[in-house]
């Protein structure tokens, strides 16, 4: 049985749920298409993340050993 409804799948008054699932996917698509997030996450890489100040990479610098206390010192002076 249709009970009227002319065999559509949510009847008269449902049709507008297609349509705005459609839309909503139609608005994500261009979202990702353009490239709303820039940056890539690279987490093996993280000094190189847009987020992070120069004394946060020198900080980190010195955490991994890459630098002595002293270089650490004076590049941070710099930086101030």
């Known amino acids: 049985m249709m009970y009227g409804?002319?065999?559509h799948w949510f009847g008269?008054?449902?049709g507008w749920i297609i349509g705005l699932l459609f839309l909503i996917v139609v608005i994500w698509l261009l979202v990702r298409a353009?490239?709303?997030n820039q940056q890539?996450?690279?987490p093996s890489n993280s000094s190189h993340q847009?987020?992070?100040s120069a004394v946060d990479i020198?900080?980190?610098r010195y955490a991994?050993?890459?630098i002595d206390k002293e270089e650490f010192?004076?590049?941070k002076k710099d930086l101030q």
């Open 5 to 7: 409804y002319g065999g």
């Open 64 to 66: 991994r050993g890459e």
């Open 40 to 42: 890539p996450h690279h």
């Open 73 to 75: 010192e004076q590049k």
């Open 34 to 36: 353009t490239g709303s």
């Open 58 to 60: 020198l900080k980190e």
């Open 50 to 52: 847009g987020g992070n």
């Open 12 to 14: 008269m008054g449902g």
